[in-house]
């Protein structure tokens, strides 16, 4: 059974750190397209990056100066570390994995089909 934790959110003040974690559990991160989401109060879900099994990366265009995408392959998580917070980035961030090994590695949220809780993010200025 696919299974996505995310933790290591909270509230921060503006200009701070902070690293997301999301372990996976029921198939290894090695193997599978995942990404990370975030959504801010009334507004849609948005990709912010995402890491392929052979662990390159790509990043939104808003993404690229700030956000870092990484995965652990021993530990089976993936991490999105995010510098220089802003209140903009106060949002809901959930971790996510495509279908299947071969599935298309790409942004757009229908190719995600499982989802973890979400972890909250909280940007004070």
């Known amino acids: 059974q696919v299974q996505l934790v995310e933790s290591g959110g909270g509230l921060v003040q503006a200009g701070g750190s902070l690293r997301l974690s999301c372990v996976a559990s029921g198939f290894t991160v090695s193997g599978y397209c995942m990404a990370w989401f975030r959504q801010a109060p009334g507004k849609e879900r948005e990709a912010v990056a995402r890491i392929r099994g052979d662990g390159t990366t790509y990043y939104t265009d808003s993404a690229k100066e700030r956000f870092t995408i990484s995965k652990d392959n021993a530990k089976n998580t993936l991490y999105l570390e995010i510098h220089s917070l802003k209140p903009d980035d106060t949002a809901m961030y959930y971790c996510?994995?495509?279908?299947?090994?071969?599935?298309?590695?790409?942004?757009?949220?229908?190719?995600?089909?499982?989802w973890g809780q979400g972890t909250q993010v909280t940007v004070s200025s």
């Open positions: 996510a994995r495509t279908p299947g090994v071969f599935s298309p590695c790409i942004f757009p949220r229908p190719a995600y089909a499982y």
